[in-house]
């Protein structure tokens, strides 16, 4: 029975209970007496309150206590000490039992209903799928369920439709509103071989693309995924609660027998006065708050981040974030656009841009793509070559028309001989933040390619925003030092770490824990390594499915500023889990000297029926504290300084 019509039971059958107590005074009764409070209770105890008692006996035969053995403990004892009550003429308490339960269950009630709202982050993000799609079938378009859409069909989207599937654009142009999945709030334009992502919106042309991603492959589904595994994983924080719960029921047990003895052995107090205080005891200690402290944080943060583009994927992140000493970023495609355009060849054109274009033809590097595209651009074609082989850091070595060949920076070029106006060239380029190849051809050095890769226009926002948190940040990469150096001034870098191959990352990453907790920022497979072995890994949205897999942070706009966001989101939410904890410790603190009777001479007391509501407002208070977490201000540190 779902805990929301168990609270309708026991409301209905406790409201005369409640009426008879507050006009007892008056000399107005129940029909029917002891009798009738006996049945309504009985009803109560075995619906309302029979899973707090099942609850309570399974942790008992396992030798633990959690929070229903309290619940329960402090129900049963005043149901059946009632019972003897009404054997022996005395007067009884019924209605605490019943009210009790009312109060604990209306509790949970709200307790449901604003996980449910903190939670709904996930079940907006899944409204936001298209039913249907037109897919083009036997040379025209049809509507069908998206569930039967197949990867490589071709989609017609008109304006003012949502795009159904991931895909890319191949007839057409559009601007596409992205907010809804990567938060993004300016509609993004959208031309052939871009991108398209499903759930977001068309605005203005109408365009057919190719779905490559279909059902939970889609980047949608894997936001939805990764949600729900965040707001159902745990902080570390949340094993100290765990270890605090199991130890303080069976205290708060102990203070109630001590409550009790107190009152009837020491201070001559009736057995039902002292047991009064007893089971306010047991009642106002029930930790439920303590309970809600993490998983709803958890929650709330965790579905605002999924709103704005940043997806935390468990609560250990968000811990480690709040310790982060130094923040280390890739440079190509994290820092930089990740396109590298050539901007320079020295020697003779047509042959150096002939020789590089040929051996870089099976690479798939970044700069060898930027080669590609200007030898394309210059109509020249690369020729077949044999024994093509990549070095790691180095370059690439192969055979063309019976000479080798290389393209590589100066750790492949040892054995050959380097002119020395080359070597100026190349010092100069570099210092223009130019990453420079040498192309060689037999047993000379040809000529050399310069190649660059410009920071992204909010890199050094991003930068100034995390330095100003009073964050060291540092540039791990594979460009030698001239260049990295010449980028990091660019944009703002306080430390370059050049030439590291890319096995080494997570060696370097490892040698800046020692000075504290490191984020790794990066986007490609050799991240990945650094971004698993880091405190936080933060794996750029654009990046490999690899880097995404290994970040704890995924940063779906691919936006650098996020970072900062990012970190800021992470922040609040664990302080909002401090705040939590904090508050319902100090509510049992408090509360429990009251309920045992301390203050009774000032006249000031607590029945288990008060104790009961204020538990359950304690509660909501938690519950409400995490939820004011979707109207705090992500402020960039940057801005305040």
Same mark, same amino acid.
């Given at each position: 029975?779902?805990?929301?019509?168990?609270?309708?039971?026991?409301?209905?059958?406790?409201?005369?209970?409640?009426?008879?107590?507050?006009?007892?005074?008056?000399?107005?009764?129940?029909?029917?007496?002891?009798?009738?409070?006996?049945?309504?209770?009985?009803?109560?105890?075995?619906?309302?309150?029979?899973?707090?008692? /099942?609850?309570?006996?399974?942790?008992? &035969?396992?030798?633990?206590?959690?929070?229903?053995? %309290?619940?329960?403990?402090?129900?049963?004892?005043? @149901?059946?000490?009632?019972? @003897?009550?009404?054997?022996?003429?005395?007067?009884?308490?019924?209605?605490?039992?019943?009210?009790?339960?009312?109060?604990?269950?209306?509790?949970?009630?709200?307790?449901?209903?604003?996980?449910?709202?903190?939670?709904?982050?996930?079940?907006?993000?899944?409204?936001? +799928?298209? !039913?249907?799609?037109?897919?083009?079938?036997?040379?025209?378009?049809? #509507?069908?369920?998206?569930?039967?859409?197949?990867?490589?069909?071709?989609?017609?989207?008109?304006?003012?439709?949502?795009?159904?599937?991931?895909?890319?654009?191949?007839?057409?142009?559009?601007?596409?509103?992205?907010?809804?999945?990567?938060?993004?709030?300016?509609?993004?334009?959208?031309?052939?071989?871009?991108?398209?992502?499903?759930?977001?919106?068309?605005?203005?042309?109408?365009?057919?693309?190719?779905?490559?991603?279909?059902?939970?492959?889609?980047?949608?589904?894997?936001?939805?995924?990764?949600? &729900? #595994?965040?707001?159902?994983?745990?902080?570390?924080?949340?094993?100290?609660?765990?270890?605090?719960?199991?130890?303080?029921?069976?205290?708060?047990?102990? %203070?109630?027998?001590?409550?009790? %003895?107190?009152?009837?052995?020491?201070?001559?107090?009736?057995?039902?006065?002292?047991?009064?205080?007893?089971?306010?005891?047991?009642?106002?200690?029930?930790?439920?708050?303590?309970?809600? =402290?993490?998983?709803?944080?958890?929650?709330?943060?965790?579905?605002?981040?999924?709103?704005?583009?940043?997806?935390?994927?468990?609560?250990? $992140?968000?811990? =480690?974030?709040?310790?982060?000493?130094?923040?280390?970023?890739?440079?190509?495609?994290?820092?930089?656009?990740? !396109?590298? +355009?050539?901007?320079?060849?020295?020697?003779?054109?047509?042959?150096?841009?002939?020789?590089?274009?040929?051996?870089?033809?099976?690479?798939?590097?970044?700069?060898?793509? *930027?080669?590609?595209?200007?030898?394309?651009?210059? /109509?020249?074609?690369?020729?077949?070559?044999?024994?093509?082989?990549?070095?790691?850091?180095?370059?690439?070595?192969?055979?063309?028309?019976?000479?080798?060949?290389? $393209?590589?920076?100066?750790?492949?070029?040892?054995?050959?001989?380097?002119?020395?106006?080359?070597?100026?060239?190349?010092?100069?380029?570099?210092?223009?933040?130019?990453?420079?190849?040498?192309?060689?051809?037999?047993?000379?050095?040809?000529?050399?390619?310069?190649?660059?890769?410009?920071? !992204?226009?909010?890199?050094?926002?991003?930068?100034?925003?995390?330095?100003?948190?009073?964050? &060291?940040?540092?540039?791990?990469?594979?460009?030698?030092?001239?260049?990295?150096?010449?980028?990091?001034?660019?944009?703002?870098?306080?430390?370059?770490?050049?030439?590291?191959?890319?096995?080494?990352? =997570?060696?370097?990453?490892? /040698?800046?824990?020692?000075?504290?907790?490191?984020?790794?920022?990066?986007?490609?497979?050799?991240?990945?390594?650094?971004?698993?072995?880091?405190?936080?890994?933060?794996?750029?949205?654009?990046?490999?499915?690899?880097?995404?897999? *290994?970040?704890?942070?995924?940063?779906?706009?691919?936006?650098?500023?996020?970072?900062?966001?990012?970190? *800021?989101?992470?922040? !609040?939410?664990?302080?909002?889990?401090?705040?939590?904890?904090?508050?319902?410790?100090?509510?049992?603190?408090?509360?429990?000297?009251?309920?045992?009777?301390?203050?009774? *001479?000032?006249?000031?007391?607590?029945?288990?029926?008060?104790?009961?509501?204020?538990?359950?407002?304690?509660?909501?208070?938690?519950?409400?504290?995490?939820?004011?977490?979707?109207?705090?201000?992500?402020?960039? &540190?940057?801005?305040?300084?």
């Amino acid at each position: 029975m779902s805990i929301t019509k168990r609270f309708w039971i026991a409301l209905i059958f406790s409201l005369p209970l409640l009426a008879n107590m507050v006009l007892m005074p008056f000399g107005i009764m129940l029909p029917g007496g002891d009798w009738t409070q006996l049945v309504l209770t009985t009803i109560v105890m075995l619906v309302a309150a029979g899973p707090f008692i /099942q609850s309570a006996w399974a942790a008992f &035969k396992k030798h633990h206590a959690n929070m229903d053995t %309290l619940v329960a403990i402090g129900t049963v004892t005043a @149901y059946v000490y009632s019972l @003897y009550a009404m054997m022996t003429d005395q007067p009884v308490f019924f209605e605490s039992a019943a009210l009790v339960t009312t109060f604990v269950l209306l509790g949970q009630v709200f307790e449901e209903r604003m996980r449910h709202n903190a939670s709904n982050a996930v079940e907006k993000l899944v409204n936001l +799928q298209a !039913k249907d799609a037109e897919v083009l079938r036997d040379d025209q378009f049809v #509507k069908m369920p998206i569930t039967e859409v197949a990867l490589n069909d071709v989609i017609r989207v008109k304006p003012g439709q949502k795009i159904p599937v991931d895909g890319v654009i191949i007839k057409g142009s559009s601007s596409i509103d992205e907010s809804m999945v990567t938060g993004e709030s300016m509609p993004v334009t959208k031309k052939v071989d871009d991108q398209v992502i499903g759930a977001t919106m068309n605005s203005t042309g109408t365009f057919l693309f190719k779905a490559n991603k279909i059902g939970e492959q889609t980047m949608l589904s894997q936001i939805v995924e990764l949600v &729900k #595994k965040a707001q159902n994983s745990h902080a570390p924080i949340q094993k100290l609660t765990d270890k605090v719960s199991d130890i303080f029921v069976p205290v708060v047990l102990i %203070l109630a027998i001590l409550t009790f %003895l107190t009152w009837f052995v020491f201070l001559d107090a009736s057995v039902a006065r002292a047991l009064i205080f007893a089971v306010s005891v047991v009642v106002i200690a029930c930790p439920c708050a303590l309970g809600l =402290a993490t998983p709803t944080a958890l929650m709330v943060g965790t579905g605002r981040g999924a709103k704005m583009g940043i997806l935390i994927k468990n609560g250990e $992140v968000l811990e =480690a974030v709040n310790d982060v000493k130094t923040v280390v970023f890739d440079k190509t495609g994290t820092i930089t656009v990740g !396109k590298p +355009q050539v901007t320079n060849i020295v020697g003779d054109e047509a042959q150096v841009l002939k020789v590089a274009a040929s051996l870089e033809a099976g690479s798939e590097h970044p700069l060898a793509t *930027a080669i590609l595209a200007r030898a394309k651009t210059e /109509q020249i074609t690369p020729s077949d070559v044999v024994d093509f082989e990549a070095i790691e850091g180095k370059g690439v070595t192969a055979r063309l028309a019976d000479q080798q060949g290389v $393209v590589g920076n100066h750790k492949l070029l040892d054995t050959f001989k380097i002119d020395d106006e080359l070597v100026q060239t190349e010092t100069r380029l570099q210092n223009e933040a130019k990453t420079v190849v040498f192309v060689g051809l037999g047993d000379r050095i040809i000529g050399l390619i310069a190649i660059q890769d410009t920071p !992204k226009t909010t890199s050094t926002e991003a930068i100034a925003a995390l330095r100003a948190r009073g964050l &060291k940040t540092v540039m791990l990469t594979g460009d030698n030092q001239r260049v990295a150096e010449a980028v990091a001034q660019q944009v703002g870098i306080d430390e370059v770490i050049a030439d590291v191959l890319p096995g080494d990352k =997570a060696d370097h990453v490892q /040698q800046l824990q020692r000075d504290g907790k490191v984020a790794f920022v990066g986007d490609g497979i050799n991240d990945a390594p650094a971004l698993t072995i880091a405190d936080v890994g933060i794996a750029m949205g654009s990046g490999t499915d690899i880097a995404i897999d *290994a970040g704890g942070i995924v940063l779906v706009k691919n936006d650098l500023r996020d970072v900062d966001r990012a970190l *800021a989101l992470s922040q !609040k939410t664990f302080n909002r889990i401090k705040l939590n904890l904090f508050w319902a410790f100090i509510y049992n603190v408090l509360g429990i000297p009251v309920a045992a009777g301390v203050f009774f *001479a000032l006249g000031f007391t607590l029945s288990p029926e008060l104790a009961g509501l204020a538990m359950a407002f304690s509660s909501l208070s938690v519950v409400t504290s995490s939820v004011l977490l979707n109207r705090a201000r992500i402020t960039k &540190k940057s801005q305040l300084a």
